[in-house]
């Protein structure tokens, strides 16, 4: 058929044209050898004087004898209207609105004098209205598609973190920019490869295994993966798409956080109880653990280096002492970092010496320093293969590195402070024996005196030089909190000369909101009530700035118990008030969030008890915040509905889960329900412990409403469906009755004939629609039980006796749709009524077989037709759509066969006609064999569902 363009190609310029004056039987002879001619122009003198259609035929059959010699200007219906062809404009929606203003099916075009052009049908216009459509909508959709396409490509690729696809078989359907460079191949090569194929951590597998096979909807996960070598942490958050068949993941690289974290916890955790060398063991073995390598070592500077902890291949080794001059802890010294990745055992030999092990490859240090900046020690690890990250050990090495160095100073300050305190206990000893001695041998003993006097110059030299050298801030200070003495460290603690700072008192110096914490503490030291106290305070620099400190406060008395004066020792701790700060304002926020979330939100205990809730819950159930605390989950859920989660909150407590989600139904305050969606997410303790349980809730009632709302609507149309199969079946019937009554009035054998033909296709449209409405599936037919009603139909329809034609009828249970079921059941009514007719003359006995059955693509006779079967479907890239399944009809019978004289693909019969046609509609590949009798063979598969309601929605108000 002529792929139309334009309105010129759609008219007929060939119609079938007489004169007034030819008889009507004449007509008809020429109307029969035009076979394709559906109206006759007639004409007088060239010019177009009436159109002659099939229905004028009928009307006078029906109603006048010796019609047959009739001029068929007596029987011709006038044209109403004609349509010059240069008023022809390329706009067939005006034409159509043409046709159905004047209610005519063929509209003749003629010239500017009157002659006959050709004739313009409508249903040729309406399928020039389609294409023009079709393709407008088309191209737009296109357009929109390729637009939207770029814009996600866009977006997918901003997110900072992978994007991939997952089908249900494990194997990826896409991925993101990110992705792909974190594989180091291009994004097309990765498509359709298994997840892990590049010998990445079986964990991503794993969860996308497990996730398929689940019920759930969304899940994340931590998950420690490899990509090319390299161990990384990743926060995944997965969701189902495609009716659940196919998975949509990304992940956010969070290996630094993670593992910084766990090397602080580690840290944290492994030394709250131990002090002193412990500490330093307990460190090194942590560092090693958190960055994965075989030693690690904590020097301290005093005179050279000596290992206050070394760990290697998982055990402490034994400490030593060793110059620093010929290893890399002298860049170390002299940088503060050094980081060698590669042949730190060739480039320093001693090392291996020093170690007593295999050959080490990398090396990271850093430096350790006191409160002043002035290095006192050194941190660093060491593996036989380079650091995998570089980023993540030097952060973690940091961490360890600044507890080192704090632990390291705080041991320091207390050897000297111990050593001070030893000397001075000594200096005291040591002047109370010569005092005795001096008064017992005072005149005879000058000589030892003198000798006294200078060791206790000495002593007070060498506790001159501890005082001046301490790393913290020390100072003496009287009875009337006046500094009398203060070393250097103080001093750049608080931005004075020491010349400055003796003389100011310590309220000069304390933070005015800090200040009454002290007083009290320093009216019992004068009131003799304690010796020492301690407490972190506030102090002002003298640039109006504060820090934070914690003081250390002692009271040095002479020999007869009176107070000299106040020993003080100050230590910054800035830095960890500023980490104080940092996590109550992270409290802070998370409890902004909690107070003002948009979503409903409490905190539940381990008897269901609610311990805190918030503003949207109350006001969601109607509650007030104290009435609600003194209830529990069980008090405000449906009854019905208290265990729908029960298996999965016990999982949360026991911590085999991290959180899930579930829809149920709460109970307000004014016993009304409402239908909520709640996530539940494990609140735990720095051990992984679940203490608390903190729910999300979402008010979903509107949606649960809808969705029953659409149910609903959707039942009642899939009634109102079957009651319209009901009535098309009806109608049916009653033309096949109408046809059936004309029949009896015709004595023409061959007409009746034509009749019978009509009423049994007629009754094979009407089974369908009478299956249709009967099969519980909506718009599906069960084939084999509308096969045997239909050969049935036939036996009653021809007369013919059942007992000479035996039948044989193998039928696969199949369902077809209404798309697929019409056409088939056409062709095997014309197929199988061929049989009857024709195939056994003489009331011959025979066999007529029918079978139909399912078959793979794969097995298809290739010597079918090739002239029969439809083109195969292509993708717009030109490639072929993969092959859907096939189904497989069979009809045959064992008679006389067709005359090898009749060419069955070319003839002009009507059944045959309609057998070739009904196959193109179901794009079947068709084969005839003419062994022992006749068979016809099918090979088809089920056409897709096509809108029936389109053009009767796009028609409304136009009378279309």
């Excluded at 931005?495 to 304390?510: F, I, M, P, S």
């Excluded at 009746?752 to 089974?767: E, G, K, V």
Aim: with cysteine.
């Amino acid at each position: 058929m002529l792929e139309l363009q334009s309105i010129s190609q759609a008219i007929d310029r060939k119609p079938l044209v007489v004169n007034d004056d030819v008889s009507v039987w004449a007509v008809i002879e020429q109307l029969r050898t035009q076979s394709s001619a559906k109206y006759v122009l007639v004409t007088r003198n060239g010019q177009l004087k009436g159109i002659f259609t099939a229905a004028n035929l009928i009307e006078i059959v029906g109603l006048e004898h010796g019609w047959q010699e009739m001029p068929i200007a007596a029987v011709m219906q006038t044209p109403a209207v004609t349509l010059p062809e240069s008023e022809l404009e390329n706009h067939p929606t005006k034409l159509l609105e043409l046709f159905e203003r004047h209610k005519i099916d063929c509209l003749p075009i003629v010239d500017d004098q009157g002659a006959i052009v050709g004739t313009l049908t409508e249903q040729d216009l309406g399928r020039l209205v389609i294409k023009q459509t079709a393709e407008s909508d088309r191209k737009q959709a296109e357009q929109e598609l390729k637009q939207a396409k770029e814009q996600l490509q866009a977006v997918i690729d901003a997110v900072p973190g992978f994007v991939s696809w997952i089908d249900q078989n494990g194997r990826y359907i896409g991925v993101n920019r990110k992705l792909a460079d974190v594989l180091e191949l291009p994004p097309e090569e990765i498509v359709g490869k298994p997840v892990g194929f590049s010998g990445s951590s079986s964990k991503l597998k794993q969860f996308a295994v497990q996730f398929m096979a689940s019920d759930d909807v969304t899940t994340s996960q931590i998950i420690d993966t490899n990509f090319n070598n390299r161990k990384y942490h990743y926060l995944v958050a997965a969701q189902k798409y495609n009716h659940n068949q196919a998975i949509v993941s990304v992940g956010i690289d969070i290996t630094t956080t993670q593992k910084s974290q766990e090397a602080l916890r580690s840290l944290v955790a492994g030394t709250a109880a131990v002090t002193g060398t412990e500490f330093f063991a307990v460190l090194v073995q942590y560092l090693a653990q958190a960055l994965e390598v075989k030693c690690a070592v904590v020097a301290e500077l005093e005179d050279g280096c000596s290992t206050v902890a070394l760990w290697l291949n998982g055990r402490l080794g034994e400490n030593f002492e060793y110059d620093p001059a010929s290893t890399p802890c002298n860049m170390v010294i002299k940088k503060g970092v050094y980081y060698c990745r590669s042949q730190v055992g060739q480039k320093f030999p001693v090392l291996n010496q020093f170690l007593a092990s295999e050959p080490m490859e990398s090396y990271f240090g850093i430096r350790l320093e006191n409160s002043a900046r002035e290095p006192i020690g050194i941190l660093c690890v060491l593996d036989d293969r380079p650091l995998e990250n570089e980023e993540i050990a030097r952060y973690i090495l940091s961490i360890f590195a600044a507890r080192a160095a704090a632990e390291l100073e705080r041991q320091q300050v207390e050897l000297a402070l111990k050593q001070s305190k030893l000397d001075l206990e000594a200096r005291v000893n040591t002047r109370t024996q010569d005092l005795i001695a001096a008064n017992d041998e005072l005149r005879a003993e000058i000589t030892q005196k003198e000798l006294v006097k200078q060791a206790l110059a000495a002593s007070e030299e060498k506790f001159r030089h501890i005082f001046e050298d301490a790393p913290i801030g020390i100072s003496l200070v009287d009875l009337n909190n006046r500094y009398i003495q203060v070393n250097s460290r103080l001093c750049r603690l608080l931005g004075y000369e020491a010349t400055e700072l003796e003389g100011k008192t310590l309220q000069d110096v304390t933070h005015p909101d800090d200040l009454q914490k002290e007083l009290p503490y320093l009216e019992q030291v004068i009131l003799g009530q304690i010796d020492s106290y301690n407490l972190e305070q506030r102090y002002i620099r003298k640039d109006g700035s504060s820090w934070w400190a914690n003081l250390i406060a002692t009271v040095v008395r002479d020999d007869a118990g009176s107070i000299l004066y106040t020993l003080g020792m100050v230590e910054d701790i800035s830095d960890r008030k500023r980490s104080e700060q940092a996590l109550l304002q992270s409290e802070e926020r998370f409890r902004k969030i909690f107070e003002s979330g948009p979503l409903g939100m409490a905190i539940i205990g381990f008897n269901q008890s609610i311990i805190k809730v918030n503003a949207m819950l109350c006001e969601m159930l109607g509650y007030a915040e104290t009435e609600m605390t003194r209830l529990t989950l069980r008090d405000i859920t449906v009854p019905e509905d208290v265990n729908l989660d029960l298996s999965e909150t016990k999982q949360l407590y026991y911590g085999r889960i991290s959180q899930f989600h579930t829809e149920k139904r709460y109970i307000k305050k004014d016993l009304s329900s409402i239908w909520v969606l709640v996530n539940y997410s494990a609140m735990r303790d720095h051990s992984g412990k679940t203490i608390n349980v903190l729910i999300a809730v979402r008010d979903i009632t509107r949606q649960r409403e809808a969705q029953e709302y659409i149910q609903a609507s959707l039942q009642e149309k899939e009634v109102l469906l079957k009651e319209i199969h009901h009535r098309v079946k009806n109608n049916l019937h009653v033309i096949a009755n109408l046809l059936d009554l004309q029949a009896q009035n015709i004595e023409d054998e061959a007409i009746a004939d034509l009749f019978i033909d009509s009423q049994n296709r007629i009754h094979a449209m009407a089974l369908i629609h009478e299956q249709l409405y009967q099969s519980p599936a909506a718009g599906k037919v069960c084939f084999r039980e509308y096969v045997e009603n239909l050969a049935e139909n036939l036996f009653q329809s021809y007369c013919f006796n059942i007992k000479q034609i035996e039948w044989q009828i193998k039928i696969e249970p199949v369902i077809l749709n209404l798309e697929t079921a019409i056409p088939c059941g056409l062709i095997l009514n014309e197929l199988v009524a061929n049989s009857i007719k024709y195939a056994f003359p003489g009331c011959q006995s025979g066999q007529i077989s029918i079978e139909f059955r399912s078959i793979e693509p794969d097995h298809i006779n290739p010597a079918i037709d090739n002239s029969m079967i439809a083109s195969p479907r292509l993708t717009k890239d030109g490639a072929k759509q993969a092959s859907l399944p096939k189904f497989e009809l069979v009809i045959g019978d064992s008679g006389v066969g067709i005359p090898t004289t009749i060419d069955w693909q070319n003839s002009t019969s009507m059944g045959l006609r309609l057998v070739r046609i009904l196959g193109r509609q179901l794009e079947a590949e068709i084969e005839l064999e003419q062994v022992n009798g006749t068979q016809f063979r099918l090979v088809f598969g089920e056409l897709k569902y096509k809108e029936r309601f389109k053009a009767y929605d796009a028609g409304k108000g136009t009378g279309g």
